[in-house]
């Protein structure tokens, strides 16, 4: 998705090609942000124990709300378009990261096997499911509705992290 998102408002400036070009550059700056974020993502989750895992997961969530926001408005300027992809790939990086470190703090030691396969199979339906939602809401809306609703989520996970924090 978002590939397609950077891709459409480029391309009657660019063309096809460099439009898609440009989009695939933005593609990379995620994963080069995703890369560098996740080792330093590890270290608070390391040192600041049970609640360590938990601040990693909620600035990375976060980074996804600011990203999903700025994606839900269309720029036609690459540089603005790399804002969203960086933020969201800081997010990625931060996430996959906390939410291993957590199940692995968090989780009973005799179901820690059980908790990843749980924590999976939570990810792989909730993957299917935002991106058939968001899929149908960029077809029959538009890109900014799908990414809105992506947003809504990415707020409510916040929620409930800050719900999880108190206790």
């Not at 590890?42 to 609640?51: I, S």
């Not at 360590?52 to 997961?57: E, F, K, R, W």
């Not at 968090?106 to 339906?125: E, H, I, R, W, Y």
């Amino acid at each position: 998705m978002l590939i397609l998102r950077a891709t459409e408002p480029l391309t009657p400036g660019h063309g096809t090609k460099t439009a898609t070009t440009l989009a695939l550059g933005l593609y990379t700056a995620y994963n080069i942000a995703a890369t560098v974020a996740s080792i330093p993502a590890g270290r608070p989750a390391d040192r600041l124990g049970a609640r360590g895992p938990l601040l990693v997961l909620t600035a990375g969530v976060a980074a996804f709300a600011a990203s999903y926001g700025l994606f839900a408005v269309s720029s036609t300027a690459v540089a603005v378009l790399a804002i969203p992809f960086v933020l969201a790939g800081v997010g990625i990086g931060a996430v996959e990261t906390a939410q291993h470190s957590a199940v692995a703090v968090l989780a009973p030691k005799d179901l820690c096997g059980s908790a990843f396969g749980l924590l999976a199979t939570v990810q792989s339906l909730g993957n299917l499911a935002a991106s058939a939602v968001a899929g149908i809401l960029w077809t029959a809306f538009s890109p900014s509705a799908a990414f809105a609703y992506l947003r809504v989520w990415m707020l409510l996970a916040l929620s409930g992290l800050a719900l999880t924090a108190r206790r």
